[in-house]
């Protein structure tokens, strides 16, 4: 398993839609609650010595009004980069797991009549459908679907509703036989009824389908309903990354 290759299709599923490079360095610059696309992601070698290249960082990054957060890897570059930040005061936060799972068996089993109703869309009418339960503005919309069309990959969205309402959402996206799970989510007032494990099960069945050979997904370490729902489902823990930033960056990001 090469995980080097899978974090790359991790960032092009939903890393910055249009990373600037720097000395081997992604700089994502889009606004919004996803610090994956607004971060520093180390990921190609480094040849400028850290305390100017961090600066530059820095000076971009105020310009673009966001803070300098650095996402870090097992993949990393440089390899003594994540100590020499926590000289720097940089402490680390939000650790998140990327759990795999293989594909060549069956997937569990979907049941396909149970109630409400469960839509499967192309991500385009998907991200439409779920603009509002996301909240996301008319310009994300907008950039995701762009995106979408520049990655030309398969995939598909599934919406669960009630009354004519989201009520639960999930997404996959298939590149180079690695099938991504992504935002799967239950509104607050339908949590804990197994909605999320239909919506998981469903997209792998999907996945499977499609010939994809293996799943993967990215989910907080925190996250105590999340992760014991993986696992159940055969998810294991590939690697982690976690977020470096000062002090009081990281207290305006927990607000």
């Known amino acids: 398993m090469n995980l080097r290759r899978l974090e ?9 839609a249009n990373p600037r490079l720097f000395d081997g360095w992604l700089l994502g610059f889009q606004h919004g609650k996803s610090k994956r696309a607004r971060s520093v992601n180390p990921f190609f070698a480094s040849t400028l010595p850290l305390p100017m290249k961090l600066e530059a960082c820095r000076r971009l990054y105020d310009a673009a ?3 300098c957060i650095v996402r870090m890897t ?3 570059q440089p390899s003594e980069l ?21 594909l060549q068996e069956t997937p569990p089993a979907v049941d396909r009549r149970r109630a409400p109703r469960l839509t499967e869309l192309d991500l385009f009418e998907w991200n439409v459908e779920t603009q509002g339960v996301r909240d996301l503005s008319d310009d994300q919309v907008r950039r995701l679907l762009d995106r979408q069309q520049l990655l030309g ?10 009354h004519g309402k989201p009520i639960a959402w999930g997404a996959t996206l298939v590149e180079d036989g ?9 509104a607050p007032l339908h949590r804990r009824a197994g909605h999320a494990r239909r919506i998981v099960t469903t997209l792998l069945d999907w996945a499977h389908r499609k010939h994809a050979a293996a799943a993967y997904l990215q989910v907080t370490a925190e996250n105590r309903a999340a992760v014991p729902l993986y696992e159940s489902l055969g998810f294991t823990e590939a690697y982690r990354y976690w977020y470096r930033a000062p002090p009081q960056v990281i207290a305006h990001e927990r607000r």
């Not at 790359?8 to 910055?16: D, F, K, Q, R």
């Not at 020499?84 to 402490?91: C, D, K, M, R, S």
């Not at 990959?153 to 009630?162: I, P, S, T």
């Open 8 to 16: 790359e299709i991790g960032l092009n599923a939903s890393g910055p």
């Open 65 to 67: 009004g966001l803070p």
């Open 74 to 76: 097992p993949f990393a």
């Open 82 to 102: 994540d100590d020499w930040l926590i000289t720097q005061g940089y402490e680390r936060f939000d650790d998140t797991l990327v759990m795999v799972r293989p």
């Open 153 to 162: 990959l398969d995939g598909c969205g599934l919406v669960l509703a009630e």
């Open 178 to 186: 690695w099938a991504g799970i992504y935002t799967v989510e239950t």
